[in-house]
């Protein structure tokens, strides 16, 4: 298709396709109110209330747009997701941009439609962690990389500021998450195997774009000069520390879940299109190899770890962009296919049909759910019956400690005072981002403990008589999603809580891993 034709088509393509994806932004707004934050977004906000260079685990992006809406819409699940709604607008917008400038306007219908109608994509447009502008701004980068490294008869001289913009955006997705250090390697990879990429790589402009990439990313290396390095300890020798060999059921674990993440049968597409992709980029098509080296690095990468490191759903979600638009390409293509359509139709179908039963999960209790994996149920329920505790022992209130960062983060949030909270570090374990945050109890206050009996304190009565003076055990909470059962909280008061110094001549040995 022409250039000329493809622009027509492009415009042709757009009034539906806005509606569509604003649309489904309205309907997005009205939800994100209706559910319950997940603990991971409970966690960010703590980030936003705490707000810094960088954290221990994650760069600093996604509080900073969680506390710049919380400004605008108070301490609300609206302001918490506000910033993946509008994300999840824009990635649809520039993943059709992306597949209409590779290959056709209707491949770029296709891959937004596709990735609108995953687990993954589709929950990461209503739940706010960093892969939400990590994942934007990756997909942004392949869009300004497509006119740095394509043929079109322009010179590599011309519109060399792409590079600079090219260079903000490896800074910001690298701002989000560290998965986008794959991002700036796979940059120069596809420059080396690209003719344009070569001439352009004879310019000072794609080394000069390092500047503002680095500039973008420089908090995160303030933060971890003033602190010994630690998210770098943490993402490289913490989590080695973690691997005791090879765990064939982690394989399993890992394709099932990314069959429900994009859908089953959309999996099984992906995979192929991957190994058409490899193919493509061997024989010098030079879309393939641009997807291909933003796809299956990171594809290949996670898989191998995975018999060795639990791989999480939302981990592999940007080595899928590439492959979304490849397949959608490819499905574009074979159109006149019968058995093609229907695949590609039952593939977003099936896709659909999963990612709209997780919305609709919380809200309707018939839809049956394994409750020990709800994350998203409970949590306003415990905060009333931690509430009537608090205010039973009289004032001062007495501080909470949540056992994990999820618990202590989901009581912060929906407690009517939104108090500062404490985790694991408070019963002699490690609380990740709770570490490095100022301890709000003062030495001999009181606290009620509250522990998840999915993620139970483990040596309680040890923990707790090295920490408290004296300990009652409070009456346990159950909490529910309609009529079903999702979990129990025990709940423990904790009267004159010792200082760090108490509780280390005491000799109580720390937790090396702690509630994670």
């Not at 824009?90 to 306007?105: H, N």
């Not at 934007?136 to 600079?164: I, K, M, N, S």
């Not at 009333?384 to 039973?392: D, F, K, N, Y």
């Amino acid at each position: 298709m022409s250039r000329t034709s493809s622009g027509a088509a492009h415009s042709s393509g757009q009034p539906w396709f806005l509606v569509f994806v604003l649309g489904l932004m309205l309907l997005r707004l009205v939800y994100a109110g209706q559910v319950e934050l997940a603990p991971q977004e409970a966690y960010y906000w703590q980030y936003a209330r705490h707000l810094d260079l960088s954290y221990l685990d994650h760069p600093p992006l996604c509080a900073w747009w969680m506390a710049l809406s919380m400004r605008l819409l108070g301490n609300t699940e609206l302001a918490v997701r506000l910033p993946a709604i509008l994300s999840s607008t824009l990635l649809s917008g520039v993943l059709y941009s992306l597949g209409a400038r590779l290959y056709s306007p209707a491949a770029g219908v296709l891959a937004a439609l596709a990735a609108n109608a995953t687990v993954l994509f589709g929950l990461g447009a209503v739940v706010m962690t960093p892969d939400v502008p990590l994942v934007l701004c990756w997909t942004a980068a392949l869009r300004v990389l497509c006119e740095l490294v394509l043929p079109d008869g322009q010179g590599p001289g011309r519109f060399a500021w792409r590079w600079y913009l090219l260079g903000l955006l490896c800074g910001l997705a690298l701002l989000s998450k560290y998965t986008a250090a794959l991002l700036p390697l796979q940059v120069l990879a596809t420059a080396l195997v690209t003719r344009r990429g070569r001439e352009a790589l004879r310019t000072p402009h794609p080394y000069l774009a390092c500047v503002p990439m680095l500039a973008v990313f420089s908090p995160v290396l303030v933060w971890n000069h003033a602190h010994g390095w630690a998210s770098f300890a943490f993402q490289t020798t913490s989590r080695a520390r973690t691997v005791d060999g090879f765990h064939g059921y982690l394989v399993g674990r890992y394709l099932g879940l990314q069959a429900v993440a994009v859908g089953p049968l959309l999996y099984l597409a992906l995979w192929l299109t991957a190994a058409v992709l490899a193919r493509q980029a061997w024989r010098g098509d030079a879309r393939a190899r641009l997807l291909a080296l933003a796809s299956l690095p990171g594809l290949a990468l996670f898989t191998l770890v995975s018999p060795l490191h639990w791989v999480k759903m939302n981990w592999v979600a940007p080595a899928y962009i590439g492959l979304l638009v490849a397949a959608a390409a490819g499905a574009c293509a074979l159109r006149e296919r019968r058995a093609v359509r229907a695949y590609a139709a039952l593939s977003v179908g099936v896709g659909a049909v999963l990612m709209v039963g997780m919305y609709l999960m919380p809200l309707c209790p018939w839809i049956p759910f394994r409750e020990r994996d709800n994350l998203v149920s409970g949590w306003r329920e415990l905060a009333e019956a931690v509430q009537r505790h608090r205010e039973a022992a009289g004032l001062p209130a007495p501080g909470v400690v949540g056992w994990g960062y999820k618990t202590a983060s989901e009581l912060a949030f929906y407690l009517p005072d939104r108090p500062e909270t404490r985790s694991d570090a408070a019963l002699g374990g490690r609380g990740l981002a709770y570490d490095f945050w100022p301890d709000p109890a003062a030495p001999g206050g009181d606290a009620i403990i509250v522990a998840d009996q999915r993620q139970p304190l483990r040596d309680a009565a040890t923990r707790l008589g090295a920490h408290c003076a004296a300990v009652v055990e409070l009456p346990s909470v159950t909490v529910h999603r309609g009529p079903r059962t999702v979990t129990t909280f025990s709940l423990w008061s904790c009267q004159h809580a010792r200082t760090p110094r108490q509780v280390a001549a005491r000799g109580l040995p720390v937790d090396s891993e702690g509630a994670r």
